[in-house]
Nanobody, 124 residues
Framework: QVQLVESGGGLVQPGGSLRLSCAASGLTFSTYILAWFRQAPGKEREFVAAITWSGGSTNYADSVKGRSTIARDNAKNTVSLQMNGLKPEDTAVYYC?????????????????WGQGTQVTVSS
């Protein structure tokens, strides 16, 4: 049984930082593309960042590029998202996702496994 469990969300002031983590089990982690998506109330789920098997290639949404870093540790079966310079518009539930393919994708429908999400709220 595949499980993705996110952690690290919370309330942060504008300009602050958060590090989200996702722990995976039940899959051959190093063969999966990993990604982060987010969904704000009343909006569709949107792509945030993705990383290839070895971590050698990453992809970011324009909205977070330069402020966020995705990384993975294949030895620990974890993927993280470091977010800096947080803005109120970053407020959303953040989801970890995995797909068995050799390229990243920005489309939620192309990912097979999903976590339950972790809430990030950016507010003063």
């Amino acid at each position: 049984q595949v499980q993705l469990v996110e952690s690290g969300g919370g309330l942060v002031q504008p300009g602050g930082s958060l590090r989200l983590s996702c722990a995976a089990s039940g899959l051959t982690f190093s063969t999966y593309i990993l990604a982060w998506f987010r969904q704000a109330p009343g909006k569709e789920r949107e792509f945030v960042a993705a990383i290839t098997w070895s971590g050698g290639s990453t992809n970011y949404a324009d909205s977070v590029k330069g402020r966020s870093t995705i990384a993975r540790d294949n030895a620990k079966n974890t993927v993280s998202l470091q977010m800096n310079g947080l803005k109120p518009e970053d407020t959303a539930v953040y989801y970890c996702a995995a797909r068995l393919w050799n390229t990243t994708s920005t489309y939620p429908s192309t990912y097979t496994y999903w976590g339950q999400g972790t809430q990030v709220t950016v507010s003063s």
